[in-house]
């Protein structure tokens, strides 16, 4: 399949991937529509970049991206994604300092799946698991005191 991407990006994919260090986090989206809504909607974010193919998002100093899948058409890795498979199964997507009740709420009224609703945990986070359109967990959560 062809990328869909009509618009000027906003950066070239070389100077972008040169910027980048640390740690990266890349998903694969069957649809980015979706994914982006949950983003929006359910996380409270705003895409620093975003078009039918690729997105960047950032929080609390971190970034990640967005692929929708048909961007990979020659990669060995777009096979294991076939029909009905649940992505992502056994990572948890951790966003520190974002109010997992708040979020929890958006994820609700926006007809995602709440996987575990916000609760106190004993590492001093109250959390919750939230899955997106492609079944990625994003786990929202804010410091408890201590008790």
């Not at 951790?94 to 997992?100: C, G, K, Q, T, V």
């Not at 708040?102 to 709440?114: N, S, W």
Request: with cysteine.
């Amino acid at each position: 399949m062809t990328q869909m991407r009509a618009d000027e990006p906003f950066m070239s994919a070389g100077d972008y991937g040169r910027s980048l260090k640390g740690m990266g986090v890349n998903l694969l989206v069957a649809d980015m529509t979706p994914a982006l809504r949950f983003q929006r909607e359910v996380l409270g974010l705003t895409p620093v970049y975003s078009n039918a193919d690729f997105a960047v998002l950032r929080h609390g100093g971190s970034e990640w991206m967005l692929h929708a899948d048909h961007t990979y058409s020659n990669h060995p890795l777009l096979g294991l994604l076939g029909d009905g498979v649940i992505r992502g199964v056994g990572c948890e997507l951790r966003l520190y300092d974002l109010d997992p009740d708040a979020a929890e709420a958006r994820c609700r009224a926006a007809g995602f799946e709440v996987f575990a609703p916000a609760a106190d945990k004993p590492h001093g986070q109250r959390e919750a698991f939230l899955a997106d359109a492609d079944g990625y967990i994003w786990v929202p959560g804010i410091a408890i005191a201590d008790p």
